[in-house]
């Protein structure tokens, strides 16, 4: 494969500012390889850093945003064995230091060495250059190989999925016959129904409040959609499961009114997981959750290699992300990508970009 010289990226030249402008196309170091950038998914995150920044982010005028994506590799440094050019891939986004005792626990999103570049911490997107752009460098640990019948565009959103399944596995995994509530029909909730309903869940309730993405969420295998601008989401989930409420909570809407929705509808002795980021302070009455013997977990995007059962998952068409996607749009329109992304234009769910 022929790699030249410069590419085109879309690189933050200061909060509200991405340029697509010329970059060295960079080259792979020992254990990395050069992906060659076919998909890239626009996700909340992106907004945040865009807006307001993250901590540990690259300088301004440097950094290319983007961390849902796909491609071929193009090159493999030293070391790699495990792929070769021509392989179809899709990344993840966290490569923990290895090193840290969250790391040597498989919790490597939530490493220790979080944007220690040399202690070899790395997050595509977030600390290091991602994917909005032709090429990208990534670790092999956050390399899984693409099947055939998964396409580029599908597989951008294997971290929204596989954020999901790190939740529920940090809920204990156990969710066959179980009553599931789920509050937020974007794509961590759409996703989330459709990996419920792959692990057996009993009956899935998904909570929104767009008509639109709670009838996709039916399609997409919950067994009930509540609007919560019309009805009452607690009340519905408790007559759903016979007064008792769901086994399992996941909030994929980062609200004070989803999490005190959550506490008042899960089953006592319950677990509540939280999948959204909370941008401000919430008040909630926490004391329901002591009260009723109510687990709270959290996780931070995807982890233990959820990325890859993610893939396998939609490779056996158990969930799939095709009707997730409202949009598209070449790399030089980034800005119409993220605008349509943030202001939810046409309906806007998940919007990719295509360098
Ligand atoms: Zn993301
Ligand atoms: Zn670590």
């Known amino acids: 494969m022929k790699i030249p010289e410069k590419m085109k990226a879309a690189v933050l030249y200061g909060f509200n500012d991405v340029r697509v402008v010329e970059r060295k196309v960079p080259l792979p170091g020992r254990d990395e390889a ?35 994506y796909s491609g071929t590799i193009a090159a493999v440094g030293e070391g790699i064995d495990e792929f070769k050019p021509g392989d179809r891939v899709v990344v993840e986004v966290h490569k923990g230091c290895g090193r840290c005792k969250n790391c040597i626990m498989g919790k490597y999103t939530a ?3 979080y944007g220690n570049f040399e202690k070899g911490h790395r997050a595509n997107g977030f600390t290091t250059n991602g994917g909005f752009a032709e090429y990208a460098v990534n670790h092999v640990n956050t390399l899984c190989k693409l099947p055939d019948n998964i396409s580029f565009e599908e597989a951008t959103l294997a971290t ?3 954020t999901s399944l790190y939740g529920i596995d940090m809920a204990g995994g156990y969710i066959s016959g179980e009553a599931v509530a789920i509050l937020g029909p974007g794509s961590i909730g759409l ?47 408790r007559e759903l499961t016979s007064g008792i409420g769901a086994d399992l909570v996941l909030v994929a809407a980062g609200m004070e009114e989803s999490l005190q929705q959550a506490l008042e509808m899960t089953r006592r002795g319950g677990e509540i997981v ?40 939609m490779a056996e068409g158990k969930i799939e992300g095709k009707s997730l996607i409202t949009h598209t749009f070449p790399l030089e329109n980034i800005n119409e990508a993220l605008t349509t992304f943030m202001e939810r234009k046409d309906n806007a769910l998940k919007v990719v970009v295509h360098p």
């Open 274 to 313: 939280l999948l959204a980021h909370f941008d401000d302070p919430v008040t909630i009455d926490i004391g329901l959750a002591v009260k009723n013997g109510i687990n709270i977990f959290t996780v931070r995007g995807e982890g233990r290699m959820s990325v890859h059962r993610a893939i396998s998952l």
């Open 160 to 162: 929204t999925a596989g």
């Open 34 to 68: 050069l992906v060659k950038i076919a998909a890239c998914g626009v996700c909340g995150g992106d907004i945040k850093i865009i807006k307001r920044g993250m901590p540990k982010q690259p300088p301004f005028e440097e950094f290319i945003i983007g961390h849902e």
């Open 111 to 113: 490493c220790l060495n």
């Open 191 to 237: 996703m989330a129904v459709q990996c419920c309903k792959a692990l057996g869940a009993g009956r899935v309730i998904l909570n929104g409040t767009r008509d639109d993405r709670l009838e996709l969420g039916k399609k997409l295998g919950a067994d009930n959609v509540v609007n919560v601008n019309r009805e009452n989401p607690v009340e519905i989930v």
